[in-house]
């Protein structure tokens, strides 16, 4: 079974999913941080693949792009990397990669790799549904890699339910009008969205992401999904850590604790 | 035929490849633009400021001295004599005009030279509307007057300050300021580069060029097809509007020229389809220079409208399908052609429309050959590069 439905088969409230970027902050932290994600109790590891043009992504993550593009991380050296984290990390792992850097590996090639490695899902945040489903749904499918779209607050109800029929990770909602790391606090209007949302009943689990930090702001966005995604914050917390796993550990049991 | 599909691709190229929180504002656009370009007060309101404002038709100039010296007939298309100086103002007074029906408030744009973003804050003023262009901190530096210029005109320059602070990067910054700014403000992109429907939507607006040599053309020659058109490619929108109605008139050449920058294997280059292979690139797949990584690669021109490493997706089928003939001119021979058109005709031509000039010295045409040269921009705005450069 796929770690990812496993997961939320078995976990309903509360999920948090981390982001990082793959080598940063320095190339060899990829799995020592993945380890350290887990230890510190967090339910789903989101490994960003770098790239040099990340448009969905606000300063701090573009940073950590650079970052790890000039330490000499690349989509061949994150999967030489990966090999054998599996004997070491048991959560669900989702690769969160731009479309360019993915078609010049080769999408089959790419997807075979993933199942090879133990990576459980895919976000990429400039494939479209239409061409997902055209071109690559297949091949998700038969690598066993399932696919997650993102929804904003101005994604029309019609557009929601077709991203709801064609997702089987789980939907991940940006929660502001905004770009990641862009925003601190939630507001009413975000309330709203979450909550109309959560009214429509859909059958995927759905995560919060983009402005989520804190305990405050993760037991906020829970009330209203499952759970929520920590990106930004948590890049801030590692760039310049002198103890990483201890410095991760922290933070995450800072977030989770009731 | 060479014409986008209902999925916005030609060919292979184009699609909208963007993340979900631009989908709302891109469908909007293009669900919308055909039907509100079409309407008729729209066309009355548009060719209006394009003969008023703009000062269109721009003239076809006969160069007879330039004819002299390459032994054919040369015409320029004189879009350096719009206002603001580039054909650049085409696109942007047909952008705000659409913005205004879709009930926007606010205007965005990138800016590489500052053509695009002086033509967008020109608009803006006319317009009323708020206007903030996205600029390359390095562009900014060389390009001060440009910079001012929208100061002047009540915009706001933001410096892009990530990757190699060019073109490429504030137009990375103007997605993400349209993403944070979903619902009322409108996004101006300069080429005919980003998703469907944003590069044939700019071609249209941008093909008053080719509909003006056309009948032009007629009356001066006889007849309305040139021999040869040759335009300067960046991203791509002055040669997409001096092509557009010749797409499929295959007995009219299309020629493209690139910047090579110090030369196309000296790592110093913006020549695309020379070193390029097919990706995506601000939201559409196309030809861009990238590392076998999928890494984009930072460009180099002495032209700053030209440092792009991508083409607009339909110049990347023009080139994929054998209809256009791309040249690739380095800065220098750029700098020679447009110092050797000021001398001759009296023009002093924009560094990006000098490489168009330069191409007849690299491709083959008979003497008899009516060749258009789409002269996009007026050289004001280089005057501290041809300094700097000398040997005139």
């Known amino acids: 079974m796929n770690r990812i439905h496993y997961l939320f088969n078995t976990k309903k409230e509360r999920v948090l999913s981390i982001y990082f970027t793959a080598g940063f902050p320095n190339l060899e932290d990829t799995v020592p941080v993945m380890e350290a994600i887990q230890d510190g109790g967090a339910d789903v590891i989101e490994i960003g693949v770098p790239y040099s043009d990340p ?24 999967f030489e990397q990966l090999k054998g984290f599996r004997a070491k990390v048991h959560l669900p792992v989702v690769l969160m990669g731009y479309l360019n850097p993915i078609i010049q590996f080769g999408m089959e090639a790419f997807c075979q790799k993933c199942k090879e490695v133990g990576v459980d899902g895919l976000i990429v945040p400039d494939l479209p549904m239409q061409q997902y489903l055209e071109d690559y749904k297949a091949m998700f499918d038969q690598f066993g890699l399932v696919n997650t779209f993102l929804i904003s607050p101005q994604t029309s109800e019609k557009r929601i339910w077709e991203i709801d029929e064609n ?25 709203a969205y979450f909550e109309r949302v959560a009214a429509m009943g859909l059958k995927n689990p759905r995560l919060i992401g983009f402005g989520i930090s804190d305990a405050k702001t993760f037991g906020q966005a829970s009330q209203y999904s499952n759970g929520a995604i920590i990106g930004s914050a948590f890049i801030k917390k590692i760039k310049d850590s002198k103890d990483l796993s201890g410095d991760i550990r922290e933070y995450i049991q800072s977030v989770i604790k009731p | 035929m060479i014409k986008v599909d209902e999925k916005g691709f030609y060919g292979k190229f184009g699609g909208a490849y963007i993340p979900e929180m631009l989908y709302p504002n891109v469908e909007e656009l293009r669900e919308n633009y055909e039907a509100i370009m079409a309407s008729p007060d729209f066309q009355a309101e548009f060719r209006g400021l394009l003969k008023d404002y703009v000062g269109r038709p721009t003239p076809l100039y006969f160069a007879s001295r330039l004819s002299e010296r390459y032994e054919a007939k040369v015409y320029l298309k004189r879009e350096d004599l719009c206002h603001t100086g580039a054909h650049k103002v085409n696109n942007t007074i047909g952008q705000i005009l659409l913005a205004r029906k879709l009930g926007k408030k606010r205007i965005i744009a990138e800016t590489g030279a500052g053509q695009h973003g002086v033509a967008t804050a020109t608009v803006c003023a006319l317009m009323g509307m708020e206007c903030t262009v996205y600029m390359g901190e390095i562009d900014i530096a060389r390009q001060r007057p440009n910079v001012e210029r929208m100061k002047i005109l009540g915009a706001t320059v933001v410096p892009a300050v990530s990757g190699s602070k060019t073109l490429k990067d504030a137009t990375n910054e103007a997605m993400r300021a349209w993403i944070n700014n979903p619902v009322d403000t409108h996004y101006i992109i300069g080429s005919v580069v980003g998703p469907h429907p944003y590069p044939e939507m700019v071609a249209r607006f941008q093909s ?99 440092d792009y490493p991508g083409i607009g997706p339909v110049h990347a089928h023009l080139f994929d399908v054998g209809r256009g003939e791309f040249v690739a001119v380095e800065d220098k021979d750029a700098m020679a052609a447009g110092i050797e058109l000021s001398k001759l005709e009296g023009i002093i031509p924009a560094i990006e429309s000098a490489h168009a000039l330069y191409a007849l010295n690299m491709i083959e045409y008979g003497k008899d050959d009516v060749i258009v040269i789409n002269l996009s921009g007026r050289g004001d705005k280089d005057l501290e590069t041809y300094i700097k450069w000398g040997g005139y």
């Not at chain 1, 969905?56 to 573009?62: C, L, R, Y």
């Open chain 1, 167 to 191: 997702t089987n990770g789980f939907i991940y909602m940006v929660s502001s009008h905004a770009i990641t790391g862009a925003k601190a606090d939630i507001s009413p209007e975000q309330v």
């Open chain 2, 208 to 306: 008053v060029i080719s509909e003006e040599i056309k009948w032009q053309l007629k009356e001066k020659e006889g007849s309305e097809n040139p021999d040869i058109v040759i335009a300067c490619v960046g991203g791509g929108s002055n040669a997409a509007g001096a092509f557009y109605h010749y797409y499929n008139t295959p007995e009219v050449r299309l020629v493209a020229a690139e910047a090579a920058g110090l030369g196309v294997s000296s790592g110093k280059s913006a020549a695309t389809t020379a070193l390029g292979t097919p990706g995506i690139l601000h939201g559409s797949k196309t030809i861009l220079m990238q590392t076998e990584d999928g890494q984009v690669v930072e460009p180099h021109s002495i032209s700053a409208g030209l």
């Open chain 1, 55 to 78: 448009v969905a992504d606000g300063p701090t993550i573009q940073d950590s792009n650079k970052i790890a593009l000039d330490n000499g991380m690349s989509m061949k050296l994150l």
